[in-house]
């Protein structure tokens, strides 16, 4: 059996769950300060005095600075993807020097010798602030006379995008359903918190930070501050997860970088949970309004989307890209003939959002499976039979949609009737209508998610479409070593999927050496000179390409060195399991074997370079379009609103498995994060713009308690676009699962006149939703 599809357990997990490993909190340096910053109470103010001569006498305290002291280097943090021509993209310094815009923005900072001297020394800054209104809804924000956030107003841009004669799907359309949904504000809560060391060395700078894109990092610090590139280093190290919250340039990474330049020793700074919750960037924040044309039998025959998306303060690396990279998948996997999509970014006084786990994609899964068990309720059908009347069947892929993606390969047919069957629908479907007869207190409720997705975040021609700043390429090289061994380098960056051992089973078949004799470098721009990093599900399908045709390269050197060797014809050596072969004999040559005479160079091929490393950078021609079914049952009790999953079956379809393990855990861990947005987690501003979720106390993240046993199978349709046949699966967990559940909860109430629950699904909401929507005794007879 080869490696690739063999659930080998991870090579890195030894040492990161002993904790024989470097994360960058860990790291110690001879001289280093460490830095805590001072952050507004307020959601939006002028700053009239600024004064921090007290804190510089507190004992350890060796600087203190303002954001008046950087104001003339500091610059702007980037915005990478201006989604229009005209979009306002206001400046956003990384220390606030004339006025605050969220709660939580950095306005001074002490370095102390250590991190409790230097919190301490935070309350001798004095500040004064001029209060100015918050600004905190987004419908209200775009109203004339509101409060705005920058002088230019509160509209971020409009972006547009129409396919097909929409006013003539709607005109005269049997059946038109109108929904609003509220994707609520998540706050990202990755295992570590983010974490940053600044040092210099000479005229050069290393920054060592908990990061998802080292290489990204890189060159925007040197465009913001000015450092050279080639002076500026990038080291993410052992990184504990990022879910998006990581792939970003934060104030942090540019202020610790100028402070270590100007006061010439490293520093230090790490963020508390309470900071995190303030200042990671935040994911979601949506008002959705989709409307669903159809037939009277339910085929869909147009689907409009209207789109609030709240910013928060700033535009900060990705921002107004997330919700633009939904605007694609509000189709989902089904047939229409015309599609509308109009999203208006606006700024508000809370913290600006980004990518979070999924970007855009979860969103706009959850409003079109909401609305396709709307369009069923509407028309009496059951949710699943309308799904099966609208998506595109096995035989059609490839298959373009209404917005232009080529899907590439898929079976919808497939994988739900492994759903069905894991699950139980028929049965369970029973159990509800006897449920409903007897009038049971405590309701059964079934949700279905059949979803697909866009991932493997390129091809660069397409981002630059899209006028996103960057490509979609990625880099991988392949070295062996005189005794036979393979070092790879990676320009994807790990913070918890595995690729040190998936990389190792690709690298294993590919040149016939064993799993243990891979080792695999990443995240360090010193070593990993070139990468796009990792975000969007695209390391397998994007980097992991780049890896086996890095392999290819190296096979093909191997050869003409085994084809000297072995006194024949290249065109006559053949290559299996490691070894090189003249057709027809038993002479032969093991790559190792190739490798180490490379070295000795002794005996060579005329002008044959001694040396069989080799490159590859990898630009994808379509996305990677990974899809499934999850079905959720649900028990409410509609005296106490209280849900409890009772079952979840996911059966998703990722292309080829390379480790049935990693994908195993990535679906448990995207299954759990979307269960969380539809039941637990909300950030919470009062009316002032205080963020009241700021501990994990307040701010719900469900344990292994609060979550059912899961279970998961696949089906299996390889990707045409790449060698390998793989797709993404780091996001699909989460984009499926939150409209299941919130469709099961709704179809456990449906009868009570329910027809919606805003997330998250808390026993109050749900109870409150049947409380408003109480039936008459003629209705509650129905039920």
């Known amino acids: 059996m080869g490696e690739v599809g063999r659930a080998r357990r991870r090579k890195e997990d030894a040492r ?11 790291i110690q340096l001879p001289g280093m300060l460490h830095v805590a910053f001072l952050r507004s109470p307020l959601a939006h103010a ?35 993807w201006p989604v229009t021509e005209d979009i306002v993209i206001p400046d956003h310094p990384p220390m606030a020097v004339d006025e605050v815009r969220y709660v939580g923005e950095a306005v001074a900072c002490v370095i102390a010798t250590d991190r409790y001297r230097a919190a301490d020394a935070l309350d001798a800054i004095e500040i004064d602030y001029e209060p100015l209104d918050p600004v905190l809804d987004m419908t209200e924000a775009l109203t004339e006379g509101s409060a705005t956030v920058h002088e230019a107003g509160n509209r971020a841009f409009t972006w547009k995008f129409a396919q097909g004669d929409v006013e003539g799907a709607f005109r005269d359309a049997p059946v038109v359903i109108d929904r609003t949904f509220v994707q609520q504000r998540l706050i990202p809560s990755a295992m570590e918190p983010r974490a940053v060391v600044a040092q210099t060395d000479g005229d050069g700078f290393t920054l060592h930070s908990a990061t998802q894109i080292p290489h990204i990092l890189r060159v925007m610090l040197a465009l913001t501050t000015g450092i050279p590139e080639h002076k500026l280093r990038v080291i993410a190290p052992d990184v504990g997860g990022g879910f998006g919250s990581k792939l970003q340039v934060t104030a942090e990474e540019v202020l610790c970088l100028l402070i270590t330049r100007r006061l010439g020793r490293p520093v230090k700074w790490t ?24 037939e009277s039998d339910g085929r869909i025959r147009g689907v409009k989307v209207d789109l609030l998306a709240d910013m928060g303060a700033y535009l900060m690396l990705v921002t107004p890209g997330v919700p633009l990279l939904g605007a694609f998948m509000y189709g989902g996997i089904y047939k229409m003939d015309a ?112 979803y697909t997705e866009m991932c493997g975040l390129a091809p660069s021609r397409v ?11 990625e880099h991988a090289e392949v070295r062996m070593l005189p005794t036979g061994k393979v070092e790879v380098v990676t320009g994807s960056s790990p913070h918890g999927q595995g690729h040190v051992t998936a990389w190792s089973q690709i690298v294993a078949d590919a040149l016939g050496v064993p799993f243990e004799d891979v080792s695999v470098l990443h995240g360090d721009t010193a ?14 399908s994007v980097g992991g390409i780049a890896l086996v045709q890095a392999c290819e390269k190296v096979r093909e050197k191997a050869r003409q060195v085994a084809a000297h060797m072995m006194e024949a014809s290249p065109d006559d050596v053949e290559f299996t399991d490691g070894r090189f072969r003249v057709r027809g004999t038993t002479t032969e040559r093991t790559i190792q074997e190739i490798a180490l005479a490379t070295f000795a160079a002794h005996d060579l091929p005329e002008g044959f370079e001694p040396r069989l490393d080799a490159q590859a950078t990898f630009d994808p021609d379509n996305f990677s379009f990974p899809h499934g079914t999850h079905l959720c049952a649900v028990e409410v009790d509609t005296e106490t609103g209280a849900t409890t999953i009772r079952s979840y079956v996911a059966v998703d379809d990722v292309g080829k498995v390379v480790n049935p393990l ?46 059912p046993v899961f279970v998961t199978d696949r089906t299996e349709t390889p990707a045409t676009s790449n060698p390998l046949g793989v797709k993404g699966v780091g996001e699909a967990g989460t984009i499926a699962s939150t409209p299941a559940v919130v469709n099961a909860i709704v179809d456990a109430l449906r009868p009570y006149g329910v027809r919606d629950v805003r997330m998250p699904c808390t026993p109050e909401r749900v109870w409150r939703a049947l409380h408003d929507r109480a039936p008459s005794a003629e209705e509650g007879a129905s039920v």
């Not at 979070?356 to 309720?377: K, N, S, V």
């Not at 006897?434 to 059949?450: A, F, H, K």
């Not at 981002?463 to 390429?473: D, I, Q, T, V």
């Not at 637990?680 to 469900?702: I, K, Q, W």
């Open 16 to 26: 990161l769950v002993t904790g024989r490993t470097q994360w960058t909190d860990n």
């Open 46 to 80: 002028r700053i009239t005095r600024v004064d921090v001569s007290a804190a510089r006498g507190r004992p350890g305290v060796v600087a203190v600075f303002s954001g008046r002291d950087f104001a003339a280097e500091q610059g702007s943090l980037p915005c990478a």
């Open 271 to 294: 963020e508390s949970r309470s900071e995190g919750n303030l200042t990671v960037h935040h994911g979601r924040d949506q008002l959705q309004r989709i409307s669903v044309a159809a």
């Open 339 to 450: 599609y509308d999509f109009t999203c208006t970014g606006v700024f508000t006084t809370k913290m600006p959002t980004d990518a979070y786990r999924g970007a855009g994609r979860p969103e706009a899964t959850f409003a079109i499976e909401r609305a396709m068990d709307e369009l069923a309720a509407e028309l009496g059908l059951d949710p699943m039979e309308v799904r099966r009347r609208n998506w595109i069947r096995h035989a059609e892929f490839p298959y373009t949609t209404i917005c232009g993606l080529t899907y590439d390969s898929g079976n919808y047919e497939a994988a739900t009737d492994r759903a069905l069957a894991l699950f139980g629908y028929d049965e369970l479907r029973a159990e509800q209508a006897d449920r409903r007869n007897r009038r049971d207190p405590v309701q059964l409720g079934i949700g279905i998610s059949t």
């Open 463 to 473: 981002l630059g479409s899209l006028s996103y700043g960057a490509g979609g390429w």
């Open 527 to 540: 070593s990993s000179h070139k990468g796009m990093d990792t975000y969007g599900s695209r390391s397998l």
């Open 662 to 707: 990693i994908v195993e855990g990535q679906v448990h861990g995207g299954i759990a994060q979307g269960i969380a947005q539809a039941l637990f987690e909300e950030a919470v501003y009062d009316a002032d713009g205080n963020l009241l979720t700021t501990t994990m106390a307040d701010y719900l993240l469900p344990s292994a308690t609060d979550l």
